[in-house]
């Protein structure tokens, strides 16, 4: 496997990006959904005890229990400022935590979410293209801009029809950013810290909506892989 050219150093922020082989999908409804956001929300933490598989196999009390200690350490691989899910990739923006936390981090979801989903659906082989797609944020401009990117992605996509569709679109972070669901493992303040509140990212976001979705009508004429 070729080298990495991204450096990725502890305290940065990056945008990560993986899709399925072949741009096969990689969730197939809900379930598969919701199985991919509970494996980064486990593996987010260093050196959880048990495997996610162990863990979900607990009682609900037991659960809390692990989670609360988990939590309670304060001790992560990578800190998720957001995220969107979609058919056939993922996007992550992301601060790397410990010494090579965001490596350990991709490592852990993609070989425990290939095993859920080989399992599932009585197949082998790989299921993400290669090596993930690693970008350093180096401004805090480019980081408000990912954000927002990555939040219309749905929308740009066609994956949702309308904006107010991908407010509630549940497999992103945007319906977290505007109050409308909290989540527990998000570092929201990276982004929100820079707007007045919700509403104002909200406009930020949505101003440009139709023109990311103009640019995504023509993407395969000037994608570079």
Known sequence: MPGRKTVLAT???YHLFNRGVEYRPIFSGKRD???FLRTISFYQFLSPSLRLSKFLILSRKK???FLNELTQKKKHLVEIICFCLMPNHFHFLLTQSTEEGISK???LIQNSYTKYFNLRKKRVGSLFQGQFKAKR???NEQLLHLSRYIHLNPYSSFVVKTLEDLKEYPWSSLPNYLGINQNGFLK???VLDSFMDEKD???FVFNQADYQRELEKIKHLTWKD
């Open 63 to 65: 659960r809390d229990e």
């Open 33 to 35: 959904r919701q199985r």
């Open 11 to 13: 305290g940065e922020i």
């Open 188 to 190: 929201k303040s990276l």
């Open 201 to 203: 990212y909200q406009r």
């Open 137 to 139: 944020v180096e401004t």
């Open 105 to 107: 981090f991709m490592g």
